[in-house]
């Protein structure tokens, strides 16, 4: 039995001898301020609780205010962005476009139904022949927001204008020439690597660019309108080259996908001439090493036949275009193109089909001439005030006239390899003689807006009309892309004889009797950036000083609220500043309980003494062994000789803000405040993007 209770006392010592090695085990893992704080009396331990408690209620309540404050402002920063992403990719086109309204300038009797007619010039969709040294991601960066930006505008202008017909005026690629063939190979060795593939791939970008809203228009609204039409297939030099530079193969190409390039349309009751001069424009270069001559052939035939044979056959052609819209109207079987007969397969008598003779009493009606480089002019003829880069020049005697002669104003007359400003002076001409009636010229190709009068064709005495449409990309040199709005209205008869209406534009009018235009610009993109780098830079100065101020101002102030609670004692008694503290209890009152706001700014938190009874800590501290800390001096009796180091403690005891103050705190807030106010507008940036 005794045996059996020494075995018991000397077991149950055992455990407390483990025990004790536990505790003193995980006592030796904490922290130095810990293990301080544990080393405490109880007394200082229940005091510094209650302290702390109050203290940290009154950081909560102005933590909250603090918080509450700088969310607001993330809250806002967000709601910022979001609007002016919703302006800058959105609302500013919108804007931009209903400017142009229709019924906003046109000057038509009220009773007119006018044709509306939209004019495109060098979209040129960027491609790695553009800025071939801008490197990754910048290049792909610009081909993105240049086709974002032609796609908002176009759309735009489908949905806000809503135009009967659509007319590109060449220059539909940048590198179009450079891309080869199947048949044939770029003779400059650093394009070969882009083939027709390429190629490919850039037709099916323009068709989600400008064919996807048409159509997807066009089937959402339900258009019964048959005259509604999209015509691009007028080259530019940028698609084909020009002159003796062009490659037949290429230029195949072109017309196979957007159709034939030397054309005649019936619109809004004017005939619409387009004519492929990059191509006519090889007329009397020398022969080219590129194309195969033969010698019954006169240099470059091959290039500028097609053209060429067009132009002699331009005014039957209108002819016929004419005649058969009219007999289509009236409800007339058109006869007059082929001979209408059946024959057998084996009959060996079949004549020839040829064109059946057009009526000699076909009107001829208004005509518009549509070419990709514009007409020749005499060096210096100025553009007019709505040029952008070069505004006219004002009189040098001050008269406010503009002068005669402005070559800052002008199209330069000249060329180079593979562009050439204006035609030659006899092929401008031929263009007016061989057509006939024309009365308005439009071209691309100089990016800018340009507006002239060409006087001396024996055609059209008082002058014919030209205006260079602008590029509707914000790549192609101006800041202020735009197109060309066109009102057609020229009343008809059955027989094509125009109608007497009263209020038809007379001649003095600029002889405008049929047909008005209007410019209309698209925003300014750089400007759009701009801007959103000036709202970055604000919101990251703003998000800065919130960072600042969240890491600094929002933690407790050491001196105040610890250095002034209990001074140290010189005399390194620990009982001393217990009685000290109890002068303080007694003074304040047993009954109160609560902390008041003054009493955490003091350093003293009241505390009743009618609580639980304090009762000196155990010798052992606790269950914790006191050991010696080589920092803070030796232990005697199990106390701690307080002196100076009290004051370090109580520093100390902030350990809840210490991991968190300084510039580190800083950077992590500002992290995670540019995390919290980019990740929004960035997701709405990006549907804004992809949904346009």
């Known amino acids: 039995m005794a045996s059996t209770h020494y075995n018991s006392q000397q077991y149950r010592r055992k455990l407390h001898d483990e025990s004790e090695g536990t ?13 301080q704080i544990l080393s405490q009396p109880q007394e200082l331990l229940d005091w510094n609780n209650d302290r702390r408690r109050g203290l940290l209620h009154e950081l ?52 007119a139904v006018p044709h509306h007619v939209v004019l495109l010039a060098d979209p040129q969709l960027v491609d790695p022949h553009t800025y071939p040294g801008r490197p990754f991601p910048l290049s792909t960066m610009t081909v993105r927001h240049t086709d974002l930006y032609m796609r908002r505008a176009f759309s735009s202008l489908e949905s806000t204008l809503d135009p009967d017909t659509a007319l590109f005026l060449g220059d539909l690629f940048d590198g179009g020439r450079e891309w080869g063939t199947g048949k044939d190979q770029n003779p400059d060795k650093q394009w070969n690597k882009w083939d027709g593939r390429y190629w490919q791939r850039e037709y099916d970008r323009f068709g989600r ?47 196979t996908y957007f159709g034939e390039s030397n054309r005649v349309d019936f619109i809004g009751n004017h005939t619409f001439v387009s004519v492929d001069t990059v191509s006519l424009s090889a007329r009397g270069q020398r022969q080219s090493d590129m194309t195969h001559h033969d010698s019954q052939q006169e240099p470059n035939e091959e290039i500028w036949g097609i ?36 024959y057998e397969l084996n009959d060996t008598k079949i004549p020839p089909q040829q064109l059946q003779p057009v009526p000699d009493n076909i009107p001829e009606l208004p005509t518009v001439l549509l070419t990709h480089v514009p007409l020749y002019r005499s060096p210096g003829t100025p553009c007019g005030p709505l040029r952008e880069r070069w505004p006219p020049s004002q009189s040098q005697d001050g008269s406010g006239e503009l002068p005669e002669k402005d070559d800052r104003n002008a199209i330069a007359v000249r060329d180079g390899y593979q562009y050439q400003n204006v035609l030659q002076d006899d092929i401008s001409k031929e263009l007016i003689e061989k057509i006939g009636n024309v009365q308005h010229v439009f071209s691309g190709d100089d990016h800018d807006y340009c507006e002239v009068v060409h006087h001396g064709f024996t055609s059209k005495g008082g002058g014919v009309r030209e205006i260079t449409v602008k590029s509707m990309s914000w790549a192609m040199g101006v800041r202020r892309p735009g197109f060309l709005l066109v009102s057609l209205w020229n009343p008809i008869d059955e027989k094509g004889n125009a109608v007497n209406v009263t209020g038809r534009l007379n001649e003095g009018n600029n002889g405008m009797t049929t047909l008005q235009s209007r410019l209309c610009l698209l925003p300014d993109q750089m400007s759009i950036f701009i801007r959103y780098g000036m709202l970055l830079g604000l919101s990251l100065s703003i998000l800065v000083v919130h960072a600042f101020v969240y890491g600094f101002t929002l933690q407790p102030n050491h ?31 047993s009954s109160s309980c609560k902390v008041s706001h003054e009493s955490i700014y003091n350093g003293l938190a009241a505390r009743s003494s009618a609580g639980r009874p304090r009762s000196l800590s155990p010798a052992n501290g606790y269950g914790i062994r006191m050991l010696p800390d080589p920092e803070h001096g030796q232990l005697s009796n199990g106390k701690r000789h307080y002196g100076h180091e009290w004051h370090k403690v109580e520093e100390d005891s902030g350990l809840l803000y210490k991991d968190r103050k300084g510039i580190l705190r800083v950077w992590r807030e500002l992290k995670q405040s540019i995390v919290q106010v980019a990740s929004v507008p960035l997701f709405w940036y990006i549907w804004l993007a992809y949904t346009s």
């Open 23 to 35: 505790v003193q085990f995980l006592y030796d893992g904490l922290s130095r301020e810990v293990r």
């Open 60 to 111: 909560r309540k102005q933590s909250k205010e603090w918080v509450g404050k700088l969310s607001r402002t993330k809250v806002a920063l967000v709601i910022i962005w979001i609007f002016v992403l919703w302006w800058g990719e959105r609302l500013v086109f919108r804007r931009s476009v209903a400017k142009c309204r229709w019924e906003s300038w046109e000057q038509w009797p009220s009773e």
């Open 209 to 255: 660019i400008f064919l996807d809203p048409w159509y997807s228009r066009t089937k959402r609204v339900g258009h019964t309108r048959e005259d509604r039409k999209f015509i691009a297939s007028l080259p530019g030099n940028h698609d084909l080259g020009i002159g003796r530079g062009i490659r037949l193969p290429v230029r195949d190409r072109f017309t």
């Open 307 to 342: 053209p060429e044979t067009f132009l002699s056959q331009a005014k039957r052609r209108k002819a016929i275009v004419v005649n058969r819209e009219l007999c289509t109207r009236s409800g007339r079987p058109d006869t007059s193109l082929l001979d209408h007969n059946a």
């Open 559 to 589: 001196k105040n609220m610890h250095g002034n609670v209990l001074p140290p004692d010189e005399s390194g008694n620990a009982a001393t500043m217990l009685q000290r503290r109890d002068r303080a209890d007694s003074k304040l009152g």
